[in-house]
């Protein structure tokens, strides 16, 4: 990454404005004193690409396409291939989320052209354009000829806007009269009511996009007050005809011999009238000094990698440079229903664009802690916003439930992924206790310790069927779990392994119910207690504890932390069968270990929570070190290549996960297995393929031979393999 030099570092009344313009919910992190020479870190994902469809993506709902985003913006970019001549002299898209979709708005909206005397310049007239990704920035060089030189910088100013930079050089003898002029054209949506929802409109600044309200629950959502709009710093004059439209500059360039002339430009992308004004205020504040902008954005980004990089060995860095840009490419700000940042799973799956999930939130606040402390405060507070209380008036009941998934639209405002049918496997603990090594703040912890308390306090009053003090994963009193069936699901995507043979109602898992003492439904259970859910809660227990002391609430602690020794005590005891020297579920009645369903990785979390004893985890090891077992080609399958259900290619029954794979490595190095979590770790980063290349980090991989699966660009795989790549526990 190149470092700015020091004229274009900020003032402090600069530094000012820019916390005042920054990300709506989250402050510009502070700027360092001094530049520092960076490695090269460019390219570390391919963004190349033009789209040639609004839809983006083919029949599993991925675009191929990856993009560049940054500060939470809802809107991203790519770039042009060496080649494709129709678009040189912009950057691809924008890619913009419609609420909750992603949707190209053009191949490149904002394609700039140079012209001498009338005629235009080509930009490819001497050597060949090149186009790169640098953290933080996208880059195009064009040489145009007799000492002409063209260079474009994308960058994101705010959580709404992109600021772009275009350079002319001018390297000749002659100076040279220019005109410049910018032009593109609306991809439209092929469908109706979505085909007709973006139209053009000239600007005195610029060019603009409005967009008609279409309310497509499960494809294209807008209120009808939604704006891209592009701002020049210029004078400029737009026409517009139909789906395209032309920019001119108002006075032609004139640049002498050695000279630079700089063009720069805001592309903001808006929901709200409200935000639009404020975004267009913002706007002028960042073209009025581009400069302080540009140096502060590649001085955050200087520290984001080095935070990312800090105890990764050199030869992995890069890899570890991937993982940070796939977790801000997938950052989205507050908007809708979304009251504070956090992480998407993906920008490139159409499902997951426009939503956040519990427990992909802790994880990634894990890893985000390493680069951006106050975003991972963010995201963990974006959960938490919507904790069920006891006032609430449709299901106090789950006083203290953390809903699975929630999305820019609620159900009243139409939105169909929003989802309160269950909840997440108990991790927030862990996730706040990461945050707060990162950031140091006790304010943080003071605010989330009754939430999380209550969170614990909900899993025993409503998931402990029982009484015995273990829980099952299971579904609370829903529209949507009007069936057995239907509890049984919404307990399997409580416990995140959604398919995983565990949970197949023909190996006989089915539900029960739950009644408080008065008789009134609390939610159902299933009828088997899951290793993993306790395992978790002893954890959480032993975080809980840790989160009292810090914030002087000693007996509190002492009481969290012999509960969280009984919990592990009751694992150890119950959860693990010496014939097959694993972990596994018990039957709820008999409290048998379900070992017929073959093992999975899940009986691996108790060497990483600390819940196995020294012999047991001799014995899983042996398991997780087996070839024939877990050691596949790409080590830590989500189930046992041994078991009878094994599916290497099938979500949760075989594929590998790397969050699965971090507490497996981390379970390990916990009970003195380094030199296997070693050998089992660079099996993993050598044998993924595309991992340590350029191509993107994936929801999941073929334990056996590497291949990508599902979802690219996905955060919690970015997160976690943050720790892997050092290490640690």
């Known amino acids: 990454m190149t470092v700015?030099?020091?004229?274009?570092?900020?003032t402090r009344a600069v530094l000012a404005a820019l916390l005042l313009v920054g990300s709506a919910g989250l402050a510009a992190p502070s700027v360092s004193a001094a530049p520092r020479p960076a490695p090269d870190y460019s390219d570390v994902l391919d963004l190349h690409g033009t789209p040639q469809a609004a839809l983006p993506g083919d029949d599993e709902d991925n675009n191929p396409i990856s993009t560049f985003s940054d500060r939470g913006a809802w809107h991203a970019y790519a770039l042009p291939e060496v080649g494709d001549r129709a678009a040189y002299g912009g950057f691809s898209g924008p890619l913009y989320i419609a609420q909750e979709y992603p949707w190209w708005l053009s191949k490149a909206f904002s394609r700039m052209r140079l012209t001498e005397g009338g005629r235009e310049l080509a930009l490819d007239a001497g050597d060949a354009p090149r186009f790169t990704s640098e953290p933080g920035r996208l880059v195009e060089s064009y040489d145009l000829g007799r000492g002409l030189t063209?260079?474009?910088?994308?960058?994101?100013?705010?959580?709404?806007?992109?600021?772009?930079r275009a350079e002319v050089r001018n390297s000749g003898s002659v100076a040279r009269t220019l005109g410049a002029e910018w032009s593109g054209s609306?991809?439209?949506?092929?469908?109706?009511?979505?085909?007709?929802?973006?139209?053009?409109?000239?600007?005195?600044?610029?060019?603009?996009?409005?967009?008609?309200?279409?309310?497509?629950?499960?494809?294209?959502?807008?209120?009808?007050t939604e704006r891209f709009e592009v701002t020049h710093k210029e004078p400029v004059r737009t026409t517009v005809e139909g789906d395209r439209y032309r920019t001119e500059s108002a006075a032609p360039v004139r640049i002498a011999p050695g000279g630079v002339r700089r063009f720069d430009w805001a592309e903001s992308y808006t929901f709200t009238d409200a935000e639009r004004s404020r975004e267009a205020r913002r706007a002028r504040a960042v073209l009025a000094a581009p400069d302080a902008y540009v140096a502060a954005g590649d001085d955050r980004w200087e520290r984001y990698v080095a935070g990312v990089t800090r105890g990764v060995p050199v030869e992995r860095r890069r890899t570890a440079v991937k993982a940070l840009?796939?977790?801000?490419?997938?950052?989205?700000?507050?908007?809708?229903?979304?009251?504070?940042?956090?992480?998407?799973?993906?920008?490139?799956?159409?499902?997951?664009?426009?939503?956040?999930?519990?427990?992909?939130?802790?994880?990634?606040?894990?890893?985000?802690?390493?680069?951006?402390?106050?975003l991972a405060q963010s995201q963990i507070r974006s959960m938490f916003d919507w904790q069920i209380t006891a006032d609430d008036k449709e299901r106090p009941q789950d006083a203290g439930m953390v809903?699975?998934?929630?999305?820019?639209?609620?159900?009243?405002?139409?939105?169909?992924?929003?989802?309160?049918?269950?909840?997440?496997?108990?991790?927030?603990?862990?996730?706040?206790?990461?945050?707060?090594?990162?950031?140091?703040?006790?304010?943080?912890?003071?605010?989330?310790?009754?939430?999380?308390?209550?969170?614990?306090?909900?899993?025993?009053?409503?998931?402990?069927?029982?009484?015995?003090?273990?829980?099952?994963?299971?579904?609370?009193?829903d529209p949507a779990n009007d069936s057995t069936e239907e509890r049984r699901l919404a307990a399997a995507w409580e416990s995140g392994l959604d398919n995983a043979p565990r949970f197949d109602a023909k190996l006989g898992t089915s539900v029960v119910a739950n009644r408080a003492a008065d008789?009134?439904?609390?939610?159902?259970?299933?009828?088997?207690?899951?290793?993993?859910?306790?395992?978790?809660?002893?954890?959480?227990?032993?975080?809980?504890?840790?989160?009292?002391?810090?914030?002087?609430?000693p007996g509190e602690a002492a009481k969290w932390r012999a509960k969280s020794e009984a919990t592990s005590a009751a694992v150890r005891a119950k959860f693990y069968d010496p014939a097959d020297g694993w972990f596994h579920d018990i039957g709820l009645k008999?409290?048998?270990?379900?070992?017929?369903?073959?093992?999975?990785?899940?009986?691996?979390?108790?060497?990483?929570?600390?819940?196995?004893?020294?012999?047991?985890?001799?014995?899983?090891?042996?398991?997780?070190?087996?070839?024939?077992?877990?050691?596949?080609?790409?080590?830590?399958?989500?189930?046992?290549?041994?078991s009878p259900y094994f599916d290497a290619t099938a979500y949760?029954?075989?594929?590998?996960?790397?969050?699965?794979?971090?507490?497996?490595?981390?379970?390990?190095?916990r009970y003195g297995y380094a030199k296997d979590a070693d050998d089992l770790t660079a099996k993993l980063l050598t044998h993924t393929k595309g991992l340590t290349g350029d191509r993107p980090i994936q929801e999941n991989y073929d334990p056996l031979t590497g291949a990508p699966l599902n979802s690219p660009n996905f955060s919690w795989s970015a997160a976690l393999l943050l720790p892997i790549l050092s290490g640690e526990k």
């Open 519 to 553: 008789g009134t439904l609390l939610g159902y259970s299933l009828t088997q207690e899951s290793v993993d859910l306790n395992a978790y809660l002893a954890q959480d227990q032993t975080y809980l504890a840790r989160i009292a002391d810090a914030v002087g609430r």
């Open 652 to 669: 949760w029954r075989g594929p590998v996960w790397f969050d699965h794979a971090y507490v497996a490595l981390s379970g390990l190095r």
């Open 590 to 642: 008999d409290g048998a270990p379900l070992s017929d369903r073959g093992r999975g990785i899940e009986g691996a979390v108790p060497l990483w929570t600390g819940a196995a004893s020294e012999a047991q985890a001799a014995r899983v090891r042996q398991r997780l070190t087996d070839p024939g077992e877990f050691a596949t080609h790409v080590p830590f399958p989500t189930v046992s290549k041994a």
């Open 403 to 477: 809903p699975d998934a929630l999305f820019y639209n609620d159900p009243e405002r139409g939105g169909g992924n929003w989802n309160e049918r269950n909840s997440k496997p108990p991790m927030a603990s862990w996730a706040v206790w990461e945050t707060y090594r990162g950031s140091g703040d006790r304010a943080f912890l003071r605010e989330l310790y009754p939430k999380l308390a209550a969170y614990q306090a909900w899993w025993y009053r409503n998931r402990d069927h029982d009484h015995d003090g273990l829980a099952e994963y299971g579904a609370t009193v």
């Open 150 to 164: 063209l260079r474009l910088e994308l960058r994101f100013a705010t959580d709404r806007s992109a600021l772009v």
């Open 325 to 374: 840009e796939t977790l801000v490419g997938n950052w989205r700000s507050a908007a809708g229903r979304l009251k504070h940042d956090g992480v998407t799973p993906s920008i490139s799956y159409k499902w997951f664009t426009g939503g956040l999930w519990a427990w992909d939130s802790w994880k990634q606040a894990v890893g985000t802690a390493r680069f951006y402390p106050r």
């Open 186 to 224: 609306l991809l439209r949506p092929e469908k109706t009511p979505m085909r007709d929802a973006p139209s053009l409109k000239a600007t005195a600044h610029g060019v603009g996009v409005d967009f008609a309200k279409v309310r497509e629950k499960w494809d294209y959502l807008t209120d009808g």
């Open 4 to 10: 700015r030099p020091y004229a274009h570092r900020p």
